[in-house]
């Protein structure tokens, strides 16, 4: 029989003595040193960082570089706790493969598929909109409390509207963001207008916050001649160069990879900016997500990671998806500094991505964040989640934890809001959007495909066009020949 | 013109058969004789190229598989040195993740210039092509591509084909019919050293995302002059390398010198033909090869890859509807076999010089 011993516990009984109490609740491997100091202020009481802890001494930062002897540059500081925390009498010979440095150990002990303690959730806020105490979170101004409050308010209308459309029959297909709200708006309010976002669906809240109007976003749900990308994709599939937002494709992960390859273009070119990707729990099932973490990490590419952990891949529960613990914790395995927020606490979600947008940007490293929330609606107009889901769980994460009221509650206590300005704001977002409007000519199907208009597509556009004027009944009477 | 021939061995079971010279009946522009010229192989030439687009845009980035070291065929030869590890870079065993980094980089108005080591493993990241880059431009209503940002760049990707004469299923294929069926992207193939060059800086210059398949077996074998200087070949132009009545071969890259072969021989039999490399397969050149086939009326094409579903198939339909009244054959196709690619069966399964003399002669008989 394998001897089978957990190593997060050998270890954590190791540093027990080296560390505070605190630390066993953390992941035992490689803390990065940000949580570290959050580790000595928890002492003190609530205490809200107006400036961030100093960890671009490339000393303090304890990740894994001792296991990559190539890079030379580093002084590992983790690798060294490591051999220390070996239990006494064993040989504790470090030997450096080309794959990695190496501790011998004479005892067979495999690493656990699993921690020994879920990896921990970040939150700042409880149930109730109150701040948790001996917390730390990066402050916001009232400024900005309010607007991401507003926000996220006209992200439900929104999403209020057009699902109400799609009923209608007036666009053919909608996806909500029920829900989430807190995690669209507090990341997109968390990071600057330079930064370059690769959605994958559920994010038009990014796209709100940057300005993005209900005529925008109407246009492009019902194809018509504004519509950016020209009538070409369905629904939801928004794009805005100006708004530094990749237009979304269908394809689930596809973007993942492209970011990373963004942000490596925005350390070369030295920005003040970061690459952003947000994807589904279902999305880190894909080639592409384990594709752009390991290139992130080996190419240090400012990149943060979103993944809005919500339960479902349309039917599919993350029981059915993974058996990780999460995906935080799977940044590790990558080399990547990951965390695990609750995706519907608005605050820690902005800290979360503030920070980690500082370390993407200060240190050329990728960031993970796990935001751990309920999709509350449907995955999209053509599902029924009652089919797979009971009606009484969504309706509880519908009322008891809707991230929206919880941060109501958050800015009422503040003095920065009340019934009066809720009133206001309600009646304020306008629902009057042009529909009718035309649709984009029929020449726009042949631009586009490349720069120019090779001489194939001119001709089937000749040809097309022959065949509309014979049969015009057969083509859309909106579409402009 | 100033060029030296062209010369190749082909490795079959024991047979070495030397390759004769290409005659290039017309003047390709830049290509030709103004300045230096050396006489290189392919691999010289393609790394000549990829050293003048990093020396000619500073936003040139050459990553993919092994490629620091100088690459597996040695086409990135002293890039690393000269330009920085930040430019010139290996990236992790992971052709979804070098296609995808790709086009996040060209998409920021990068020129990413992505190797796959074999175009036998450019599958996985075919969504990322297919999905991504070649629609990238479309479904955003040309707000971002990859492609260009606000100037020109855009994504390469390189990738050696084709037969070597030992490679078995895995070092061999051919899969440029994947590729033709996508639009959105532009699938070149060079014959020939000076073609390489000139084709890939064009390649790497263009602002869509093209993938550039290059014939291996013509990496050391094929000797050409090749000028110094920078110069550009241009996309979608077929060129007639040799001028004929009797019938049109259409064909690329390396199949071309059996081809030329087939045509020598035929000569003797007092058969002209006329052969055209089609250089680009997509968007493809369907104007001088009907403009030539009105000429002949006979056309045959011959490809390594598959026949069924093959480019020839499109090339085929394509002359059909265009000069049906014209033709006095069928088309023709001398293509490999529907088979894996076979190591020990390769001379059986590939379109040989006679296989293709052969059908030469039965279309003209026809």
Redesign the interface.
């Known amino acids: 029989m394998a001897f089978y011993s957990k190593i997060p516990r050998n270890i954590i009984n190791n540093l027990k003595s080296k560390v505070g109490l605190w630390s066993l609740m953390k992941q035992s491997h490689g803390t990065c040193s940000y949580s570290s100091c959050l580790n000595t202020i928890h002492l003190h009481r609530f205490l809200p960082l107006t400036t961030l802890p100093q960890f671009t001494n490339p000393d303090s930062i304890s990740h894994k570089k001792g296991h990559f002897p190539h890079f030379q540059r580093f002084q590992s500081t983790t690798t060294e706790k490591q051999i220390d925390s070996v239990p006494n009498g064993e040989q504790s010979q470090v030997l450096d493969f080309p794959g990695g440095k190496v501790v011998f150990s004479p005892e067979m002990r495999f690493l656990s598929e699993s921690p020994s303690v879920y990896s921990q959730c970040y939150r700042v806020l409880d149930d109730n909109g109150q701040l948790i105490s001996h917390s730390n979170f990066v402050t916001v101004s009232e400024e900005v409390a309010v607007k991401m409050y507003s926000n996220m308010v006209t992200l439900q209308t929104l999403d209020t509207i057009f699902y109400e459309a799609q009923r209608q029959g007036r666009i053919s297909f909608y996806v909500t963001s029920i829900g989430e709200e807190a995690i669209n708006i507090a990341s997109a309010a968390a990071l600057t207008s330079d930064d370059i976002v690769f959605p994958q669906y559920r994010e038009p809240g990014v796209l709100l916050w940057r300005g993005f109007t209900l005529q925008e976003f109407a246009n492009q749900c019902f194809g018509n001649k504004a519509d950016y990308g020209k009538g070409r994709q369905m629904p939801i599939h928004y794009g805005s160069n100006k708004l530094n937002y990749f237009t979304v494709a269908s394809t689930i992960a596809t973007q993942i990879p492209h970011a990373v390859g963004a942000a490596y273009s925005l350390k070369m070119d030295k920005k003040d900016a970061c690459a952003v990707t947000y994807f589904g729990d279902g999305g880190t099932s894909e080639g592409d997500f384990h594709a752009a973490m390991n290139f992130a990490a080996v190419t240090e590419s400012p990149v943060i990671f979103i993944c809005r952990n919500n339960g479902w891949a349309i039917s599919t529960p993350t029981s059915d998806q993974f058996r990780s613990d999460g995906i935080a914790v799977r940044g590790q395995a990558y080399g990547v500094r990951s965390i695990r927020v609750d995706g519907n606490d608005a605050l820690a979600m902005y800290s979360a991505v503030h920070s980690a947008r500082h370390m993407a940007v200060n240190e050329h490293r990728p960031i993970l964040i796990e935001a751990v929330t309920y999709r509350v609606g449907h995955h999209s107009t053509s599902d029924d989640s009652t089919k797979y889901r009971p009606a009484n769980e969504i309706e509880w994460w519908r009322m008891a934890r809707d991230p929206v009221t919880r941060f109501r509650k958050w800015i009422e206590i503040n003095g920065w809001w009340g019934s009066e300005a809720e009133s206001q704001l309600r009646s304020s977002i306008r629902s009057q959007i042009a529909e009718r409007a035309e649709k984009p000519p029929v020449n726009d199907l042949f631009t586009d495909v490349y720069d120019n208009i090779p001489s194939n597509l001119r001709e089937q556009e000749k040809l097309l066009k022959e065949t509309i004027n014979r049969h015009p009944k057969d083509y859309p009477a909106d579409v402009p020949i | 013109m100033g060029l030296r021939n062209i010369i190749g061995k082909r490795l079959g079971l024991g047979l070495v058969r030397r390759r004769k010279p290409f005659s290039t009946a017309t003047c390709d522009g830049d290509g030709n004789g103004n300045g230096n010229a050396k006489s290189i192989n392919l691999y010289s030439a393609i790394n000549q190229a990829l050293h003048i687009a990093l020396e000619t845009d500073n ?1 040139a980035f050459v990553f993919g598989e092994d490629v620091s070291f100088g690459g597996v065929f040695r086409c990135t030869t002293g890039l690393s040195d000269r330009f920085g590890k ?1 430019r010139v ?1 290996n ?2 065993l ?1 052709e ?2 070098i ?12 020129r ?1 210039i992505a190797e796959i080591q074999f175009a036998d493993y450019i599958y ?1 990241a075919f ?2 092509i297919v ?2 880059a070649a ?11 990859c ?2 940002s606000n100037k020109f760049p855009g994504l390469t990707i390189r990738a050696p084909y084709g037969a070597v004469g030992h490679g078995g299923h895995y070092h061999s294929q051919s899969p440029e019919a994947f590729f033709c069926h996508v ?2 992207i ?1 699938v070149v193939i060079p014959r020939s050293p000076r073609q390489a060059k000139g084709l890939l800086l064009s390649c790497i210059r263009d ?2 995302p093209v993938v550039f398949f290059e014939p291996k077996w013509l990496y050391r074998l094929a000797v050409e002059e090749v000028p110094e200087h920078d110069y550009m070949l241009p996309l ?1 132009e077929a060129e007639v390398i040799r001028q004929g009545s009797d019938i049109t071969l259409v064909g690329w890259g390396a199949q071309l010198s059996v081809m030329e072969q087939a045509c020598n021989e035929a000569e003797k039999d007092g058969i002209s033909c006329e052969l055209i490399d089609l250089k680009t397969l997509l ?1 493809w050149d ?2 001088t090869v009907e403009a030539s086939v009105r000429k002949t009326g006979r056309v045959l094409i011959s490809h390594e890859a598959p026949v069924t579903g093959g480019f020839g198939a499109e090339i085929s339909a394509s002359i059909v509807e265009r000069c049906f009244l014209r033709l006095e054959a069928p088309v023709a196709r001398v293509c490999g076999l529907d088979t894996p690619f076979p190591l020990v069966f390769e001379p059986f399964y590939m379109p040989t010089k006679n296989k293709i003399l052969d059908a030469i002669k039965a279309t003209v008989n026809y």
């Open positions: 936003r930040a870079f990236t992790p992971c979804q993740g296609v995808g980094f790709g086009i996040g980089l060209a998409a920021m108005g990068n990413a996985p969504d990322q999905n991504e629609k990238f431009r479309y479904r955003s209503g040309n707000q971002f591509n492609g260009v639009p959105g532009k602002p869509n979608s968007p369907k104007e």
